[in-house]
């Protein structure tokens, strides 16, 4: 087929129609030798205003009609006093308005933009504009300029313009230099972009295939990936293997890298429990930390308080009841340890011993600090307990101001002042967040580990509440028998079924556990959706708020994607008015519910309690003035879309008290949460659960899953799917394997 010539064409922006910020595509309005016509192409970041010269060919489109399709695009700033109106006026610069960009135009005309970039003091002099702000317009257009030409360069190599904005944000104008010394800075995920946008990337750039920028760079990729995983190191063998085969090239040419990023202290290699180990730093760091700390809390031995007894019998007549066997004994063990570990499934009073080991707690003169990893579970923990609870972040003070650029507030040098630390769902706590939490506690402090030890691992890398439970270092009090109260209750029965390697009956499920025969993925689709939207809210009176559907995968015709799509059509469907972004794959909408899916640190959040009015979120400045602020936002954050603003380029989010502006190079670390993973909902309990069960990769197909998931639900479970696929995952016991060294550091196998 001959191929089209190549046609140029000139003109200055118009409007924007559409603009997809992940991949730059874009249609637009040009103004082009006195008339209007339409264009697209990848054009990232252009605004109107701006001039354009395209190069490409002029094509007929079935129901937009002639357009013409750029193939590439050079582009320049406006000229002239009313080019350069429509460019501020359009919003291009941040600050600026049509009524502010008039002011502008009328006083400095053609020269205006070369003012606002080299001369912002003379912007002052406009009328509504301080020298603070004027310096922070000059920046906001100087920072356009280079994003713009920053984008145009990750695109022109085949890399998604939507990771220029977090490049520019670490390297400013040195962005440029920075990628072509070593284009794989790109893969680091916290940009957007991965590996192999950065391997196709150098290649363009002509880096060699065994250059040792891209062996250290597959390193890299394969440590954390596997981190993703749950592995906290790899061993040697496997990581040199995985990479060679990863990038094509000769395990001696990884295995000299491995040494030389060995030497420089990039790969920290340690021989664990008989492997040679190969660890991140700051993991091989965080496990020698937790290792040390529970070590010496274990080993600093038993001390029975005075009249123990009576303390005990003073906590049984405030709880109002008596204390069975191994509560007792649990009680008895965080009065006298420093160090205790209680597990036990649902209904065999772990919360009851809690509020036991509180009662005794206070008994002795101490300041207890309840937490728990997610809000959910820090929430529930206080219902449970009638005490304050918190989250581990927010008990370590994560963003707090006084942090001082770290991490958390709360560490060795400024530690928690409690005497004791009770914390819930330990087994969703990674080896780094554990590491924190132990490096704030004081010395002395008491610590009390609660959780489900037949539960998933946590979601981070690690596993360390079986590492502790399977290390034997400390004393550890398991709760079996359930109570009389929880024996009427069919997920009750039917979870310790399950972690017994018994199938409960599902033809005669009823109560508050129903089984619904499904066997085609469509089928449980349409159940689930239905299910959610009008069943559960009409017949047993549960609002879709209140229900969270689980499913062990995210991939396949029933998996999280396509039932998050579902469920996002059904309970907010696209209407006149609603505002909407489009990020990638997915449109957020007003009111959507959305999860936070990496730790944030650096994001900014407002406190406004639930039933307050919100502040237009066009206006930020207003929760500025009027708000307790922090920053971080969390992985595995569940909250609502409160607002979308187009014009300020944010998303408003309600996570319980706290609303959080996103912008919109951010929203990619979002992802809708009608549906989620059975390992995202660790930690969290709801009213109603809806348990999708299509079929799923055998990893996933384990009794593990199935007991995490029915026990996340409190007063309802419905489960649609194969009752095979059920059955198979009540036989398989299978536990994936973790590498992680701390059971070994604990027991001391670590040469």
């Known amino acids: 087929m001959q191929e089209l010539e190549l046609t140029a064409l000139e003109g200055t922006v118009q409007t924007v129609i559409f603009q997809n910020p992940e991949n730059g595509y874009t249609v637009l309005r040009l103004r082009s030798a006195g008339e209007t016509v339409t264009a697209v192409g990848t054009l990232p970041g252009v605004s109107a205003g701006e001039g354009l010269r395209l190069y490409g060919a002029w094509t007929s489109h079935q129901s937009y009609g002639e357009q013409f399709k750029a193939e590439y695009a050079e582009r320049y700033l406006p000229e002239g006093p009313e080019a350069i109106y429509e460019y501020l006026a359009s919003g291009a610069v941040k600050g600026i308005r049509a009524k502010l960009a008039r002011l502008i135009v ?72 920075e990628l072509t010394r070593n284009p794989y800075i790109l893969a680091d995920a916290s940009l957007g972009s991965n590996f192999f946008e950065a391997d196709a990337f150098a290649k363009r750039l002509g880096f060699a295939p065994e250059c ?45 890298e491995i040494g030389e990023l060995t030497n420089l202290g990039l790969i920290i290699s340690e021989r664990v429990a008989g492997v040679e180990a190969c660890y991140q730093p700051d993991l091989q760091e965080a496990e020698s930390q937790v290792a040390a700390r529970l070590r010496a809390m274990a080993i600093a031995g038993r001390s029975d308080p005075p009249d123990l007894g009576g303390l005990v019998v003073a906590a049984e007549r405030r709880c109002g009841i008596k204390f069975a066997e191994k509560q007792r004994e649990a009680v008895e063990l965080a009065a006298k340890c420093q160090l205790l570990v209680l597990t036990g499934g649902p209904g065999t009073g772990k919360t009851t011993t809690v509020r036991g080991i509180l009662e005794v707690f206070d008994g002795l003169g101490l300041k207890t600090f309840l937490a728990a990893p997610t809000g959910r579970a820090a929430k529930r923990l206080t219902e449970l307990t009638g005490r304050e609870a918190q989250t581990v972040h927010r008990l370590l003070g994560a963003g707090a101001p006084e942090a001082g650029g770290s991490e958390f ?124 939207e009008r069943r559960l809210p009409q017949n047993m009176g549960i609002p879709a708020r209140d229900i969270q559907v689980l499913c062990p995968t995210r991939r396949g015709a029933a998996g999280t994607g396509e039932l998050n799509a579902a469920l996002q059509a059904k309970l907010n469907p696209p209407r006149p008015g609603l505002r909407e972004k489009t990020v990638g794959d997915t449109s957020f909408r007003v009111h959507d519910r959305v999860m936070q899916t990496r730790n944030n640190y650096d994001l900014l959040w407002y406190r406004v309690p639930e039933g307050e009015p919100i502040p237009e979120i066009s206006d930020i400045q207003e929760l500025d003035e009027g708000s307790e602020q922090g920053a971080g936002i969390f992985n595995g954050d569940v909250g609502y879309i409160e607002d979308i603003d187009e014009r300020g380029q944010y998303a408003l989010v309600r996570f319980e008290d706290r609303l959080v502006p996103y912008p919109f190079d951010q ?40 007991y995490t998931a029915v026990t996340r639900a409190r007063e309802l479970l419905v489960a649609a799917g194969e009752s095979a696929v059920f059955a198979a995952m009540v036989a398989s016991d299978r536990r994936q394997r973790r590498y992680s060294g701390l059971r070994a550091r604990l027991a001391g196998e670590v040469e």
């Open 106 to 177: 009328d006083r400095f005309g053609g020269n205006a933009l070369e003012v606002i970039e080299n001369e912002p003091e003379k912007l002052a002099k406009v009328k509504g504009i301080t020298e603070k702000k004027a310096r922070e317009i000059s920046e906001c257009f100087r920072r356009e300029t280079g994003l713009r030409r920053l984008m145009e360069f990750l695109v022109e190599g085949g890399v998604r313009p939507l990771a220029a904005a977090r490049l520019y944000r670490l390297y400013g104008e040195a962005a440029e230099t």
């Open 409 to 532: 507030e709360r560490c060795a040098s400024d530690p928690l002042k409690c005497g004791a630390l009770v914390l819930d769902e330990s087994s969703m706590m990674d080896i780094r967040l554990t590491a924190a939490l132990l490096d704030a506690l004081p010395i002395g402090a008491r610590l009390v580990l609660v959780g489900d030890a037949d539960q998933l691992p946590s979601v981070g890398p690690g596993n360390v509440f079986g590492d502790i439970i399977r290390s034997g270092v400390c004393p550890v009090v398991s709760l079996r028998d359930i109570f009389r109260q929880s024996q009427g209750s069919a997920i009750v029965r039917s979870a310790h079924m399950i972690n017994e390697g018994q199938v409960p009956p599902l033809r005669n499920s009823g109560g508050d556990f129903f089984f619904l025969q499904r066997a085609d993925p469509q089928r449980i689709l349409d159940t689930v959706s239905e299910l959610v």
């Open 667 to 706: 929203m990619m670390d979002l992802e809708l949460s009608y549906a989620v993973t059975v390992h995202k909902a660790q930690g969290s309990e709801y009213r109603a659960v809806v348990l999708a069960l299509p079929k799923c990769p055998p990893g996933l197909v384990t009794r593990g899953v199935l």
């Open 212 to 256: 040792p920028e891209r062996i250290a760079a597959a390193l890299t990729f394969e440590m954390r990936h596997n981190e993703g995983n749950g592995h906290v190191f790899l061993p040697r063998d496997k990581l040199t293997q995985a990479t060679a085969q990863l990038i094509d090239v000769p395990p001696e040419a990884v295995a000299k």
